[in-house]
């Protein structure tokens, strides 16, 4: 007795599309970019985010054979930018460039955000892990962490320690740090670096935690005194101050990082396409040397990398938060 298989229509349709979708989403990458790139970045022009997007726009032109724009959407610690990437066609035209903050603190912070980290987004690539560091004003006689917690312990607590903003990663640092040295402090929270800094400068708080390059310039003029570097090694620019866990605080470790996304979905080929023109471009010598001259270490990740240290610091930053029950 001879069976006879039949296929229906539909289904012979349905199974030319499962043969036919690696080869589409091939092509698909060949031709990318069919039109401007819009790396979309959540914070105003003249940040360190914004300043690294645009650095990677210079070369990625040349690198993926299309014009690359870069695309301020600000508002709301840069939801506002990734919900309209996270909205986007999943064509690799529409990116986002973002930070550690954006990603994983903010989930955990305020409001609920109108798309998930994970869910409504395809990592690309890390491009730089930037380090926070404890600095104090000159008239506090603390020359290294050791000395400022014993400082903080006999004030009972009356010591100001700044930061931009609430839920900030200089703001967990110092919670980290809190709770490794058993300490207390009057946190001060800023809208921004640059009134941050204004206050710093002129004495009226005692400490603040920040990322290195807006400090840059006055730890050199003497202006702030740098103390301790919130991360696992040491800055290039500052290779004579030591991090916290040199110093005896451990887990008191807080880098930010800036990283490539697009929205969910986006085909594997385009995802390998951008991940290697991204490596390419920040593996440049003046590209290299102008992100670490602001501070900033260079990344050559894979998208699985990037994947693995959001999910990572979700967890991380999700359990301090709910712990120390910070909430805007």
């Given at each position: ?82 919900d309209f990437v996270a909205k986007s066609p999943p064509d690799g035209h529409t990116l ?233």
């Amino acid at each position: 007795m001879k069976f006879a298989m039949k296929i229906r229509p539909c289904g012979l349709a349905a199974l030319g599309t499962w043969l036919l979708l690696p080869h589409a989403t091939a092509v698909i990458a060949q031709n990318f970019p069919s039109k401007p790139v819009r790396l979309v970045v959540g914070f105003p022009p003249g940040g360190p985010a914004d300043y690294t997007a645009r650095l990677l726009a210079e070369k990625l032109p040349a690198l993926l054979g299309g014009n690359v724009i870069v695309e301020n959407r600000t508002g709301a610690n840069a939801t506002i930018g990734a919900d309209f990437v996270a909205k986007s066609p999943p064509d690799g035209h529409t990116l986002f460039f973002t930070t550690c903050g954006a990603m994983a603190i903010s989930p955990h912070i305020g409001a609920k955000l109108p798309y998930d980290p994970q869910r409504d987004f395809t990592p690309i690539a890390q491009v730089v892990t930037a380090y926070s560091t404890l600095a104090v004003h000159p008239s506090l006689p603390a020359k290294n962490v050791k000395e400022f917690v014993a400082l903080a312990r006999a004030s009972k607590g009356q010591i100001t320690m700044a930061s931009t903003g609430i839920g900030s990663i200089p703001h967990l640092a110092q919670e980290l740090l809190k709770t490794s040295a058993k300490i207390d402090l009057v946190h001060v929270p800023y809208k921004g670096a640059g009134p941050l800094i204004v206050d710093a400068i002129g004495g009226q708080i005692s400490s603040f935690v920040l990322d290195v390059t807006p400090q840059l310039p006055h730890i050199k003029a003497g202006k702030v005194r740098a103390i301790g570097i919130a991360g696992d090694k040491r800055v290039p620019l500052l290779p004579d101050v030591a991090t916290m866990a040199e110093q005896g605080f451990k887990n008191v470790e807080a880098p930010n990082w800036y990283a490539m996304f697009g929205p969910a979905k986006l085909p594997r080929p385009l995802v390998e396409r951008l991940n290697d023109a991204v490596r390419k471009a920040i593996a440049m010598p003046d590209i290299r040397e102008r992100l670490i001259s602001t501070g900033a270490d260079p990344v050559l990740s894979s998208p699985e990398q990037l994947a693995d240290l959001l999910a990572r610091d979700l967890a991380k930053w999700g359990k301090l938060i709910r712990d120390n029950n910070i909430t805007e």
